[in-house]
Nanobody, 123 residues
Framework: QVQLVESGGGSVQAGGSLRLSCAAS????????MGWFRQAPGKEREFVAA???????AYAGSVKGRFTISRDDAKTTVYLQMNSLKPEDTAVYYC?????????????????WGQGTQVTVSS
């Protein structure tokens, strides 16, 4: 069983930055594919970014160039650096882990989910 705990959310003005962290329990973290998703009020949960155990990354078009996903296997933590934030980035952000190999941009293959952290961007 893997537990994921997100942190780093908060309120920021448009143009600002936040860094989300997702701390994972489990001895095999380094082999997991990791992802970030978000859900805005009244909308479906959507893919934001993903990273494989080898460090390959992928991003949703809406955040590419502004967000960066990274991982520190020694700390069993994955990060989401968010720059140039926009009001439309306001959402609850969720971390997810999968035992499957490769970049995963859909929800179903993820085995474990965090509880989410709120990000609010004001104009």
């Amino acid at each position: 069983q893997v537990q994921l705990v997100e942190s780093g959310g908060g309120s920021v003005q448009a143009g600002g930055s936040l860094r989300l962290s997702c701390a994972a329990s489990g001895r095999t973290f380094s082999t997991y594919s990791m992802g970030w998703f978000r859900q805005a009020p009244g909308k479906e949960r959507e893919f934001v970014a993903a990273i494989t155990w080898t460090g390959s990354t992928a991003y949703a078009g809406s955040v590419k160039g502004r967000f960066t996903i990274s991982r520190d296997d020694a700390k069993t933590t994955v990060y989401l650096q968010m720059n140039s934030l926009k009001p439309e980035d306001t959402a609850v952000y969720y971390c997810a882990a999968s035992t499957r190999v490769g970049i995963i941009t859909i929800q179903a293959p993820y085995d474990y989910w965090g509880q989410g952290t709120q990000v609010t961007v004001s104009s």
